[in-house]
């Protein structure tokens, strides 16, 4: 609670999770996909699921399925629908998941794939766009710099000028009509820069 400064438990997930997507949405928090763990397999499997807290913030109800599983993929509310892109399948084999998927209050459909395909991108919405930033290509060695731009009402994904360095697991958000990229790793590196 922002106002008194305090935390406060909330209701458990009905799964573990990790590399999970969450927005808000709707006026309550969903959280999308990610990896379950199985037995000692931490990675475990990539999930489909999809949740969000009740209006009273007390349980988590499930809502329809991606129809993707995946995990450390990316998301945002673009005007009032839910967009995820990128992201990994979990397992021996792992795989990148293409297809950027939209949430429209009532179902998921499948909408044009990211052209360049990665995990552990970063992403942000002006509320007309969807925006990534970096990601791997399944290794940590194969981070990208790329930068790219989804608009849902065209279906249509565009490449933008390249990010000043190849980068994962980074923060984004846009501030002022500009799209802002904070720290990330690459290797064993971690990055301070914005």
Same mark, same amino acid.
């Given at each position: 609670?922002? $106002?008194?400064? =305090?935390?406060?438990?909330?209701?458990? #997930?009905?799964?573990?999770?990790?590399?999970?997507?969450?927005?808000? *949405?709707?006026?309550?928090?969903?959280?999308?996909?990610?990896?379950?763990?199985?037995?000692?397999?931490?990675?475990?499997?990539?999930?489909?699921?999809?949740?969000?807290?009740?209006?009273?913030?007390?349980?988590?109800?499930?809502?329809?399925? #991606?129809?993707?599983?995946?995990?450390?993929?990316?998301?945002?509310?673009?005007?009032?629908?839910?967009?995820?892109?990128?992201?990994? $399948?979990?397992?021996?084999?792992?795989?990148?998941?293409?297809?950027?998927?939209?949430?429209?209050?009532?179902?998921?459909?499948?909408?044009?794939?990211?052209?360049?395909?990665?995990?552990?991108?970063?992403?942000?919405?002006?509320? $007309? *766009? #969807? *925006?990534?930033?970096?990601?791997?290509?399944?290794?940590?060695?194969?981070? $990208?710099?790329?930068?790219?731009?989804?608009?849902?009402?065209?279906?249509?994904?565009?490449?933008?000028?390249?990010?000043?360095?190849?980068?994962?697991?980074?923060?984004?958000?846009?501030?002022?009509?500009?799209?802002?990229?904070?720290?990330?790793?690459?290797?064993?590196?971690?990055?301070? =820069?914005?």
């Amino acid at each position: 609670d922002p $106002t008194i400064g =305090t935390w406060s438990a909330g209701p458990n #997930l009905p799964v573990p999770l990790h590399h999970a997507m969450m927005v808000s *949405y709707q006026n309550t928090v969903w959280v999308i996909g990610g990896f379950e763990p199985r037995g000692s397999e931490i990675i475990g499997v990539a999930s489909a699921r999809v949740f969000h807290l009740n209006q009273n913030l007390t349980a988590w109800v499930e809502a329809p399925a #991606l129809h993707h599983a995946r995990g450390a993929g990316a998301a945002a509310v673009v005007g009032n629908k839910i967009v995820v892109a990128g992201g990994r $399948t979990a397992g021996t084999s792992p795989a990148e998941v293409v297809p950027t998927e939209i949430f429209d209050g009532t179902s998921w459909h499948d909408a044009a794939g990211i052209p360049v395909p990665g995990d552990h991108l970063a992403a942000a919405s002006d509320g $007309t *766009y #969807l *925006y990534t930033v970096g990601g791997r290509r399944l290794e940590a060695s194969s981070n $990208t710099a790329v930068v790219q731009r989804f608009d849902p009402a065209a279906d249509r994904w565009v490449q933008l000028p390249a990010a000043p360095g190849k980068v994962s697991d980074a923060g984004a958000a846009i501030i002022g009509g500009r799209l802002i990229v904070a720290g990330g790793e690459s290797l064993g590196t971690v990055f301070n =820069t914005v």
